[in-house]
């Protein structure tokens, strides 16, 4: 098992759609939770932070983990054509680096 | 203020010839990472360095090579590039290892 995991997608939503992205992990130590967000032919850039169980809102973005499952989620709602990139989740302990998921693809149709 | 810095771009090289992969970040990062990035695959870790004066292998160290010149560079070495090595390569860098990373634009790179 890997220690996480993403469904790779292609995900196509229209535009002003709820998307949920997922993410699962085996490893019960991370504590940190992060998505990074990558533009075709681009780096990654860190796009939420999260700590421990729980929400975190920025804007359209909210964060969810639920530690207890080994779940995290990323909400994006009133989705834009901007939002189209590839969604990688970044979990980690106090003590290590961080781990990056495969990354889930996703599209978003004007 | 660039943050991290990738040279070149995009590169072509032929089976067995070398090349020097080359990244600087100016934020006064202690920690500096390279990764490939192969479709499917995700981010795999090649090296990183810790600190200055300490490099360490990752996930797929094998067919590189690495030298932390400075707190500021961080040069990824192919010394016979194979087919295999076709991919994007991506430094990135952050405060300490257990923090956030910064990645650089990547470099595309071809093997014929």
């Known amino acids: 098992q890997k220690e996480v995991e993403q469904d790779p997608g292609p995900l196509s939503v229209p535009e002003g759609a709820i998307v949920s992205l997922n993410c699962t992990y085996s490893n019960s130590a991370f504590q940190y939770f992060m998505w990074y967000r990558q533009y075709s032919r681009k780096g990654p850039e860190l796009l939420m932070y999260?700590?421990?169980?729980g929400n975190k809102e920025d804007g359209r973005f909210t964060a969810q983990v639920d530690k207890s499952s080994k779940y995290i989620s990323l909400f994006i709602r009133d989705s834009q054509p901007s939002d189209s990139a590839t969604y990688l989740c970044?979990?980690?302990?106090?003590?290590?680096?961080?781990?990056f998921g495969p990354g889930t693809s996703l599209s978003v149709i004007p | 203020n660039a943050g991290v810095t990738q040279t070149p771009k995009f590169q072509v090289l032929k089976t067995g010839q070398s090349m020097t992969l080359q990244c600087a970040q100016d934020?006064?990062?202690?920690?500096m990472y390279w990764y490939r990035q192969d479709p499917g695959m995700g981010l795999r870790l090649i090296y990183y360095?810790?600190?200055?004066?300490?490099?360490d292998k990752g996930e797929v160290p094998n067919g590189y090579n690495v030298s932390r010149l400075n707190k500021r560079e961080f040069s990824l070495r192919l010394e016979s590039a194979a087919p295999s090595q076709t991919s994007v390569y991506f430094c990135?860098?952050?405060?300490?290892?257990?923090?956030?990373?910064?990645f650089g634009p990547g470099t595309r790179l071809l093997v014929l």
């Open positions: 990135a860098s952050s405060p300490g290892l257990q923090e956030t990373q910064y």
């Open positions: 360095s810790a600190s200055e004066g300490t490099t």
């Open positions: 970044a979990p980690k302990t106090s003590y290590d680096k961080v781990i």
């Open positions: 999260t700590y421990s169980s």
């Open positions: 934020m006064n990062h202690n920690s």
